[in-house]
Structures are given as C-alpha cells and as structure tokens.
C-alpha cells in the first residue's frame, strides 16, 4: 500500500510557509520498499523531484507512511514501518524521521521496542498516524504479536 499522504505548512514564520508535502511509499528492484516526499511552492502547479525520507534505510524495505506539519515551527514529521537492522525475515520496525529544513535533511530514529511481524491475514497499516503542534508529537502505529493486534504511540517532544 502506497497510499499517498498529504500535508501542508500552516505555520507564518517558516521560510515554507504554504508549501503542499505528498508523502508516500514505493517500491522498485534497486533500493527496495522506499518512503518518497515532493513538495510543490505554487499550489500544486509544479512539484519537487521525489526524495527519500529515510536516507539511511538502504536496500531493507520502509513503508505504509504518514506525514505531518508542525503549525507553529513548520517541522515535517513521519512515521514508516521499516525492516532495516533485523536479524529475521520479514520482522518489521516503526521509526520516526524528522525534517527541520522543509523535507531536503531527515533525521531519523526507531521507536518500537522491539521488532514484530506483520502478517497478510491481519490488515494494519491504515491506522498509523502522527500529530504535532508546539514540538509535542505523537505517532501511533499497530503491531502484531501473533493474532493479537496492539496499538502504539511514542512520546516525542522537540524541546
């Protein structure tokens, strides 16, 4: 599911003030499942090359985002599954990326305990999503452990 997300900077002192951001998730054979972000300045009339949201997922496979715009900073926020630094097949992580600078640098963390895996039989990922204002920001996302579905947040405060 690639679903596209869009968001858009709401916030008067960012240098991004207006701008409209369209996250998603794509796949292809060379870097695997991947978390793009384009942006476009003039209401859509053009948009930005896509760029990667996590630069340093490499080949492992990020996906199913949600995007978000802090009003009062103009902060982009979001929150992927992804299956980097996992010692099994298919054991999945969620990871908050942050954008200071209107989506051209990502830093980026996880913040799951620990891996879980995903299964087709239990649909998931439609019930991820983050909020931020004034630095406070809450992602929520599921996870399975076995048939047993559970939902997530992570308490992250820019200041």
């Known amino acids: ?25 794509d796949q292809n054979d060379e870097d695997g499942g ?12 053009n948009w930005s090359t896509p760029s990667k949201v996590s630069p340093s997922g490499g080949a492992s496979d990020q996906f199913l985002p949600w995007l978000t ?11 992927y599954y992804d299956r980097r ?6 054991e999945t992580n969620t990871y908050l ?3 200071k600078d209107g989506g051209q640098t990502w830093s980026e ?11 087709d039989a239990v649909f ?11 630095g406070v ?3 929520i996302w599921t996870e399975l452990s076995g048939v047993k579905k559970s939902v997530w947040t992570y308490l992250y405060n820019e200041k």
């Open 69 to 79: 715009v802090d009003p009062t900073s103009g902060y982009l926020y979001a929150v």
């Open 85 to 90: 630094n996992t010692e099994k097949a298919n």
């Open 1 to 25: 599911n690639g679903m596209p997300v869009s968001a858009v900077d709401h916030c008067a002192e960012s240098p991004y003030h207006g701008r409209i951001y369209l996250c998603w998730g």
């Open 34 to 45: 991947e978390i793009f972000l384009s942006y476009s300045d003039n209401a859509g009339a």
């Open 109 to 119: 963390q996880q913040i799951n305990d620990a891996p879980f895996y995903p299964s």
């Open 137 to 139: 920001v809450r992602p």
């Open 97 to 99: 990326s942050v954008s």
């Open 124 to 134: 998931m990922g439609d019930y991820n999503h983050i909020s931020a204002h004034g």
